[in-house]
């Protein structure tokens, strides 16, 4: 069977070209097949997805024209879903069931997706290599030898290799944005609030977001679709009508401004990361954009801030894996503090625990006031930064990503090397603002990725200029070799 | 020395709404061990609070009765700590905004003043589950029903200068949210429960000593006990050359004394933040008016009225409008009977004995308001005497019917034909010479004696003013 895109295979599925049920199980042949060379599925669940398929084939028949109606995806395996394990990457929840489904899976699923399974991750989606995850590392399917990026690498790799047309992800510093650039695959990061967080595992509540990852614009339009709306479960979620996302696929760029942060394009750059995106954006100025430059010039404060208010949120939220009611409990505990020690000794792995501590450390008595009350006012100074911008342009583009995927094992000493990768996604969550990355060009055999920064609520435009420039280029539609 | 008390209250009150502060589940008290506990109260992974609306509208009410400013923008922070009834590891509660500032309530003194204790803050919170040791061995049961259930934490400036004023202060508190309907105010379950800062410091002295706090004192009795166990203990341990350490104590009331928790050095450390899954809350001016419009009566005024429109005394008005449902109550009986003092005196007297013998509620009680005023107006109309009253009452109180029924079947009826009196009367007169001669050479005590007599002839039921006239004129010997 030839592979297709999400967008392609609705198509086909509403011409009964084919049932929900054969695409399926070939997406489901694929998975048992090559999932193996990429571990980028922590949980596979062909049962519940044959079941939802024939229900998504009874429906197609009867001529129900849900969105999603009959659609392979792939679950973040940070989404609870009822009645399968919800692992969060982390040996914490490798017991855990949901008694629940998050508010994105429970509007997917009424959108009549059917889902393959749940994919790995950074444990709590900490991490910008998908190393941290309890389930072992993802491999990037352009090259085995390298990370996929993260949090959402398991997302990334699966969707790059066409193990599944498309899948969620979270983004809290850029874990959708950075490992699609890594895997050379589109996903959007929405404005704080497009997304309900409801069943969706905390990191850092403030910064947390929830959107598609796909191999092009159009499916992510169309995941983006089922995803976004107001949920009153989640206090954050914007009331505010969604408007379709497909609708502004086709507006032209004329005119156009994009705003080229001098910041993004500075130390630290690769120089084949900038020539691929200098080469992206030539295509969009010739597709009539306007290339502006701009500055955000509190972006170089936006790592350590992130590095105070993420994990101070991340200390409180993961304070209830405690081993009382849930997750992993310790044997045989001596008495109450050997039960809280032990189990969460057991249960978290180092990043986790790196950041608990700092988190703790931030909030404590006389440290407040220096750390997370400073970092929360860079935090608005950041904000203002790109408010200013937005007065100028209307998109801000740059790279994703200093640098192409790196070899596993690269980073790992050196946290701070680490998350010096997420240098250009982070200040966007800090900022509340939607973040797009999408395929924009190759470094020797690795993908490049190029972000599109707009302003709140602006995901129909980052979505159509993505797509303007995925109908002149084909950087999107190419696939590593290995999984053709 | 001499030494002055000083002590702070916080009390926390449950507020008495459906379902929980921040889930759908219900907050009804005494259901089986976590059958009343969500997803959310549960703090499953991926659950997110969302605020009942209804419980800012009681902190507001709250706020409005003790004349506080209402923050037109509070937070909810986290206060973090690790406790096995709290799932979550963190308590959402409001910290460096809270809904309510700056309030007062108005005491009633023994000596008849009134003095005024500061109200700091008032802010929200959510309730932690139980810890349940009893049926367990070497281990302890968790019951998360009560996890999430909506409480308002009001503290008071250290205003008061003994046990008694701490009570005083926790009674009229306790009036007050049963009078604005906001919480149910039961005590036995915990939905008002104090904790007491107490501290001592020689006369005169205007910095404050060090304090303890008691923790967890669930009735009046506790709270006044305590206090005064910890003055004393304090006074003693300063006075034999010790010094008092800052620290919770806990009161023990079977031993009738408060024992050391934890010291300052033990403390948390709770790391305070803004609760990044909430809102804050936005309170405008017109939500402000709109509960105003929904406050009752306050006690106070209350007071000021039954005293203005009943002619009551200051001490019946106080005693009466000590609870909403007490002095609902008076007011349909004075309005039934249409005689407010005479119902005063019965609702206090008569009425307010039998429900504490009884140890029922006032919405239990056998004897309604119009049941009561029905026999009122008995007396009123000269149907019975008061004290044929009081015998119509404990029948009523059994369970016998109502006042005229009663009157009725066992023939009560006061006696007020003049002929049938004087009747009776010479009767009496005539079986007792000698008396007659005593009395009428002199000894006026005496008419007590016939009184006596004729009242036992007609089994109470003669109608006392004219049986003291036509006595009187008899014996006269017109």
């Known amino acids: 069977m030839k592979l297709d895109t999400l967008a392609g295979w609705a198509r086909r599925l509403r011409a009964r070209d084919i049932s929900s049920r054969e695409l399926t199980e070939f997406y489901l042949g694929r998975i048992d097949r090559l999932d193996s060379q990429l571990n980028s599925f922590i949980s596979v669940t062909p049962d519940l997805a044959l079941a939802a398929a024939d229900a998504a084939d009874e429906r197609l028949a009867r001529g129900d024209e849900a969105p999603l109606l009959g659609l392979p995806v792939a679950q973040k395996d940070i989404f609870c879903t009822f009645g399968v394990r919800t692992s969060c990457g982390s040996k914490m929840l490798d017991n855990f069931i949901a008694p629940y489904t998050a508010t994105v899976v429970e509007r997917m699923n009424a959108a009549g997706a059917v889902m393959l399974g749940k994919t790995n991750m950074d ?118 009508p969604v408007e379709d996302f497909t609708a502004g696929l086709g507006a032209d760029l004329k005119g156009l401004r994009i705003g080229l942060p001098r910041e993004f394009f500075g130390e630290g750059l690769d120089p084949g990361v900038r020539a691929a995106t200098e080469a992206a954006l030539a295509v969009l100025r010739e597709r009539g954009a306007e290339l502006i430059e701009i500055s955000l010039p509190n972006s170089g404060l936006s790592v350590p801030a992130y590095y105070v208010v993420a994990p101070a949120e991340c200390s409180s939220n993961l304070a209830r894996y405690d081993g009382v009611r849930f997750g992993h409990r310790c044997d045989e505990p001596r008495d109450l503090t050997d039960l809280y020690t032990r189990s969460r000794a057991e249960g978290f792995g180092a990043e986790v625990k790196r950041r608990i501590m700092i988190g703790t450390y931030v909030l404590s008595a006389g440290y407040y006031d220096a750390y997370y009350l400073k970092a929360q006012k860079v935090r608005r100074l950041i904000a203002d930064d790109f408010r200013r911008a937005f007065g100028q342009v209307d998109v801000i583009a740059g790279p994703t990503s200093p640098e192409t995927p790196f070899r596993l094992g690269e980073k790992s000493a050196d946290p701070v090397q680490m998350y010096l990768s997420d240098i250009y996604t982070i200040a966007v969550n800090l900022a509340g603002l939607p973040g797009l990355s999408m395929p924009a060009g190759t470094v020797g055999n690795l993908p490049v990725g190029m972000q599109l920064i707009g302003n709140y609520f602006d995901e129909a435009r980052l979505l159509g200029v993505a797509h303007q420039f995925q109908q002149e280029t084909d950087w999107h539609a190419r696939m590593p070799a290995a999984f053709v | 020395m001499e030494w002055e008390t000083v002590i702070g209250l916080e009390i926390h009150t449950q507020l008495n709404t459906v379902s929980k502060i921040f889930s759908g589940a219900a907050t009804a008290y005494g259901a089986e061990p976590n059958r009343q506990a969500c997803a959310v109260d549960l703090g499953l992974p991926g659950v997110l609070p969302v605020l009942n609306a209804a419980v800012v509208e009681k902190a507001v009410m709250l706020g409005l009765a003790i004349d506080a400013r209402i923050a037109p923008r509070s937070v909810f922070a986290r206060k973090n700590y690790f406790y096995p009834d709290l799932p979550k590891g963190y308590q959402i509660s409001q910290y460096e905004l809270p809904i309510v500032e700056q309030g007062h309530l108005d005491i009633d003194l023994e000596d008849g003043s009134r003095k005024r204790i500061g109200v700091t803050r008032a802010h929200l919170e959510e309730d932690a589950g139980k810890s349940l040791h009893e049926g367990f061995t070497a281990m302890t049961g968790i019951d998360l029903n009560r996890a999430g259930t909506p409480l308002v934490e009001i503290v008071s400036e250290p205003d008061m200068r003994s046990a008694k004023e701490a009570v005083a202060y926790m009674k009229k508190l306790h009036a007050l949210v049963r009078y604005l309907g906001i919480s149910d105010g039961n005590m036995q379950e915990g939905s008002f429960r104090c904790d007491a800062n107490v ?265 006392p003013a004219q049986v003291n006239e036509r006595l009187r004129a008899r014996l006269q010997g017109d």
């Open chain 2, 199 to 463: 501290s001592v410091r020689p006369r005169g002295r205007t910095e404050f000593g060090t304090r303890a706090e008691i923790k967890n004192l669930n009735s009046f009795r506790f709270v006044e006990r305590a206090i005064n166990f910890e003055v004393e203990r304090q006074i003693d341990l300063i006075e034999s050359g010790g010094t008092v350490v800052q620290e919770t104590r806990l009161y023990d009331p079977d031993r009738d004394e408060t024992r050391s928790m934890r010291s300052k050095e033990e403390a948390n450390d709770y790391r305070y933040f803004p609760d990044p899954d909430l809102l804050p809350v936005v309170i405008h001016a017109e939500d402000i008016e709109a509960a105003r419009r929904r406050l009752p009566e306050l006690p106070d005024a209350k007071r000021e009225r039954f005293i203005s429109a009943y002619g009551l005394s200051a001490y019946d008005a106080g005693s009466l409008t000590a609870s909403r449902e007490l002095a609902d109550y008076f007011e349909a009986v004075a309005a039934g009977c249409g005689a407010p003092k005479l119902a005063a005196n019965w609702v206090m007297g008569d009425f307010s004995a039998a429900l504490n013998r009884s140890e029922a509620g006032l919405a239990q009680s056998p004897v309604s308001a119009a049941g009561l005023a029905q026999l009122l107006s008995r007396i009123q109309d000269e149907t019975i005497s008061g004290k044929i009253a009081k015998e119509v009452f404990d029948a009523m109180w059994a369970g016998e019917g109502g006042a005229d029924a009663i009157i009725e079947a066992r023939g009560l009826k006061q006696i007020t034909d003049t002929g049938a009196i004087d009747a009776i009367i010479d009767e009496v007169i005539a079986a007792n010479p000698s008396q007659l001669e005593q009395y009428r050479s002199g000894k006026d005590k005496l008419f007590g004696f016939f009184v006596g007599q004729v009242m036992k002839k007609t089994r109470g039921q003669a109608n």
């Open chain 1, 123 to 240: 444990e709590f989606a900490m991490g910008s290599s998908n190393e941290t995850s309890h389930y072992g590392p993802v491999r990037n399917p352009w090259d085995p030898e390298r990370v996929p990026g993260g949090s959402s690498g398991g997302s990334a790799a699966a969707v790059a290799a066409r193990l599944v047309p498309a899948a969620t992800g979270t983004d809290t510093g850029g874990s959708i944005r950075q490992p699609a650039a890594f895997c050379g695959i589109t996903g959007i990061k929405p404005t704080y609030g497009r997304v309900s967080r409801y069943g969706m595992i905390a990191f850092a509540s403030s910064l947390d977001q929830a959107g598609p990852m796909a191999a092009s614009a159009e499916d992510c339009a169309l995941m983006l679709n089922a995803m976004a709306g107001f949920d009153p479960r989640d206090s954050t979620s914007v009331e505010r």
